[in-house]
């Protein structure tokens, strides 16, 4: 992953921006896929509804505003996710397939639904996940130790201090430094 301090949500809107949106493909096709596959449809069919997913995003993102105040990328993205399933489903309407889950399509649609919070919880682990997997390879092992066993651990910053030998303050750097690049790589996809 690239450093940059300019947030992946900004990257994509420019169509030309290939880094951008490969990095964008790879973070989102195995959440989308996930999903697809609970509202149970068939796997011939996933692969081709995450890449409906993926191109309306593609069209719609040079005319996305993130504001937060009007919502999260998150959820917008679930909307597309849920109207590309129900698209599915009126298409496929007279050919028989296996039973569908209206019911993780309703609740996907429904941003206050347990279904919804589910889908926002593991969004933001999934997003989480490959961010610290992406930004891992920037830092010395010490660093990241020390990052990753008080923020990811929980463990009191003097105790790591002391078990890796070095100042406390460098603790809280190390922290800092991980924390500001993994807050610029967030940008829009976390809230």
């Not at 009126?90 to 941003?111: F, H, I, S």
């Not at 589910?118 to 490959?130: G, K, P, Q």
């Not at 020390?146 to 923020?151: C, D, G, H, K």
Request: net charge neutral; hydrophobic share 45%.
């Amino acid at each position: 992953m690239s450093e940059t301090s300019t947030g992946l949500l900004l990257r994509v809107r420019d169509s030309a921006d290939h880094a951008a949106w490969s990095r964008l493909v790879t973070l989102y096709s195995p959440l989308l896929a996930s999903w697809i596959r609970r509202a149970r449809v068939p796997s011939q069919d996933a692969a081709d509804l995450v890449q409906e997913v993926l191109l309306a995003v593609a069209r719609e993102m040079p005319a996305f505003e993130y504001d937060r105040s009007r919502g999260s990328f998150r959820g917008w993205l679930r909307t597309i996710l849920t109207n590309r399933v129900r698209n599915y489903l009126r298409a496929r309407r007279t050919t028989p397939v296996e039973p569908l889950d209206n019911d993780v399509l309703e609740g996907l649609a429904d941003p206050a639904s347990e279904i919804s919070r589910s889908w926002d919880e593991e969004h933001d682990r999934h997003v989480l996940a490959r961010l610290l997997e992406a930004v891992r390879p920037g830092f010395g092992d010490g660093v990241w130790q020390a990052f990753a066993r008080v923020v990811l651990d929980g463990e009191r910053a003097a105790a790591v201090a002391a078990d890796l030998g070095v100042s406390i303050d460098s603790v809280y750097q190390a922290r800092s430094r991980v924390m500001a690049r993994l807050r610029r790589q967030a940008a829009g996809l976390l809230d």
